[in-house]
């Protein structure tokens, strides 16, 4: 199948998929429908269509797993979104909260020829402006494992890798507090299941109370 006989939808779906397997399991028709925010009737028919497609295939009760060919396309959609949101922040000098919304609409329509002609034009960046890494144009992504802040033990030293980018007042108060790709942060308190983390952010003010809803969209990797 040529990706440019996915409709925007199926490219959706596959960028979703393609989100939960990450975190190691198969994903479920309920999380699918809360991260498409779609009704789970209507994701039980996508999902069989893209079955038959030879995109995804089920694990009986438990959701779906991208094949390999899932996973090629849904890294070619990762690719134009990245480089999209790259192309607009440093070339056009839109801010970082400001560009996800229209990269959402752009990945589905930028040919491969412009995608390649912005990424050539920023010098191929290995990250986008919100640190996720840019898929290679060969399909491939860093494998580097990274934690969740809300999961690093206390007196953990951390480096931020990359903050989720839907949310642009979240973007903004990350900013605020100096939590962006490549600062440096001590976790002092991990708090309870419910608490929130205390943390300072290396050049930073003060000790910072982040909520556990923001730290688990943010992700680290653990300095030794
Ligand atoms: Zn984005």
């Known amino acids: 199948m040529k990706s440019s006989s996915l409709s925007p939808s199926v490219e959706d779906y596959l960028k979703a998929v393609y989100s939960l397997n990450e975190g190691g399991g198969p994903a479920s028709t309920n999380e699918?429908?809360?991260?498409?925010?779609?009704?789970?009737?209507?994701?039980?028919?996508?999902?069989?269509?893209?079955?038959?497609?030879?995109?995804?295939r089920h694990e009986p009760y438990r959701g779906?797993?991208?094949?390999?060919?899932?996973?090629?396309?849904?890294?070619?959609?990762?690719?134009?979104?990245?480089?999209?949101?790259?192309?607009?922040?440093?070339?056009?000098?839109?801010d970082w909260d400001d560009v996800h919304a229209e990269a959402e609409r752009l990945e589905?329509?930028?040919?491969?020829?412009?995608?390649?002609?912005?990424?050539?034009?920023?010098?191929?960046?290995?990250?986008?402006p919100h640190g996720a890494p840019i898929p290679t144009r060969a399909g491939r992504i860093d494998p580097t494992?990274?934690?969740?802040?809300?999961?690093?033990?206390?007196?953990?030293?951390?480096?931020?890798?990359?903050?989720?980018?839907?949310?642009?007042?979240?973007?903004r108060y990350l900013k605020s507090v100096g939590l962006v790709p490549g600062?440096?942060?001590?976790?002092?308190?991990?708090?309870?299941?419910?608490?929130?983390?205390?943390v300072t952010v290396e050049g930073g003010a003060g000790p910072l109370r982040i909520e556990r809803n923001v730290a688990s969209r943010v992700t680290v990797s653990t300095d030794p």
């Open 145 to 171: 494992p990274t934690n969740r802040l809300d999961e690093v033990k206390p007196g953990s030293t951390v480096t931020v890798r990359s903050v989720a980018d839907e949310d642009p007042v979240r973007l």
């Open 108 to 128: 589905h329509a930028a040919s491969e020829r412009l995608i390649e002609a912005m990424a050539d034009a920023l010098g191929h960046p290995a990250t986008d």
């Open 32 to 56: 699918l429908a809360r991260l498409l925010a779609v009704q789970p009737g209507s994701v039980s028919g996508m999902i069989r269509r893209m079955a038959e497609d030879g995109l995804l």
């Open 64 to 94: 779906v797993r991208l094949t390999e060919e899932g996973s090629r396309e849904a890294l070619k959609i990762l690719r134009r979104h990245r480089i999209i949101e790259s192309f607009l922040v440093q070339r056009l000098g839109y």
């Open 183 to 198: 600062a440096k942060a001590a976790v002092w308190k991990g708090g309870g299941e419910e608490g929130a983390l205390t």
